[in-house]
């Protein structure tokens, strides 16, 4: 079955670096787009960042533009988020998701069809 | 605008019918998902491709859409339909990066 697995969250600093990772299984991971979501405690649900199958494409929220970075190790079946100039803004749970993507006879359609437990990031002195 | 507005609580009674709605401009063009999400878990997609439903959620589960509107109805709200609800809608480019604020289902 479908498993995605969130690691990497802990306390950090504001200013601080944080490096998440997910690790999928149960499909056939080189296929998939793959998106992080985050949750702040207590809110909503806020999309944080996609990295395409073919890895030169990826897009980010404009809160977190040109302070996180995405990529992806095929070999791993994994996921990175890597997190710079955290501040306490950037606390929540991240949850890592997958993107299904298809056409049917109506249409194209993508998903996030299947989503990690998450894991926590604070951002705290 | 690329908001998705929800109310944020909404109530039932047990084996009453409820609607959750969800407005944002990009509905006119785009399509609404549907998540739920329990205290302390991921959330959990209920309703894909305008109003199809993962294996495993019940039929009571069923969604709508028009103009800038996107609904989820449940008929015969259930003790474990309690959660939070979720729509998720696309950008221009089909990127699946929005989401209301999420609308409190109270069971009672």
């Known amino acids: 079955q479908v498993q995605l697995v969130e690691s990497g969250g802990g306390v950090v600093q504001p200013g601080g670096s944080l490096r998440l990772s997910c690790t999928a299984s149960g499909f056939s991971f080189t296929t998939y787009a793959m998106h992080w979501v985050r949750q702040a405690p207590g809110k909503g649900l806020e999309w944080v960042a996609v990295?395409?199958?073919?890895?030169?494409?990826?897009r980010f929220a404009d809160s977190v533009k040109g302070r996180f970075t995405i990529s992806r190790d095929d070999s791993k079946n994994t996921v990175y988020l890597q997190m710079n100039s955290l501040t306490a803004e950037d606390t929540a749970v991240y949850f890592c998701a997958r993107d299904l993507d298809y056409y049917d006879d109506t249409g194209y359609y993508r998903e996030l069809d299947y989503w990690g437990q998450g894991t926590l990031v604070t951002v705290s002195s | 605008s690329s908001e998705l507005t929800q109310d944020p609580a909404v109530s039932v009674a047990l084996g009453q019918t409820v609607r959750i709605t969800c407005r944002g401009d990009s509905l006119r063009t785009s399509y609404a998902s549907w998540f739920r999400q329990k205290p302390g878990q991921a959330p959990v997609l209920v309703i894909y491709?305008?109003?199809n439903r993962p294996s495993g959620v019940p039929d009571r589960f069923s969604a709508s859409s028009s103009g800038n509107t996107a609904s989820l109805t449940i008929i015969g709200a259930q003790a474990e339909d309690e959660a939070d609800y979720y729509c998720?809608?696309?950008?221009?480019?089909?990127?699946?990066?929005?989401f209301g604020g999420g609308t409190k289902l109270t069971v009672l």
């Open positions: 491709a305008k109003n």
């Open positions: 998720n809608s696309r950008d221009s480019s089909g990127n699946p990066r929005l």
């Open positions: 990295i395409w199958n073919n890895v030169s494409d990826k």
